[in-house]
């Protein structure tokens, strides 16, 4: 999962626009979550999904 609610973005529930709209409004009354999104986002991929993790990851898949 890419998106973790409050940590690398929001989630709202499918079809429910409600949500959606109230959750647009608060990141319009507060754009430093978008950077802060955003850090801890390039953070998470860095670390999970790069090429040395990535290889990493398969060394141990075959190497146990």
Do not use: C, R
Request: aromatic share 10%.
């Amino acid at each position: 999962k890419l998106v973790k609610n409050n940590t690398t973005g929001q989630l709202f529930e499918y079809n429910n626009h409600e949500m959606l709209s109230k959750q647009l409004i608060d990141i319009a009354n507060s754009p430093e979550n978008i950077t802060h999104w955003g850090e801890q986002a390039y953070s998470m991929v860095e670390k999970n999904y790069s090429l040395e993790s990535v290889a990493n990851k398969y060394m141990q898949l075959y190497l146990t």
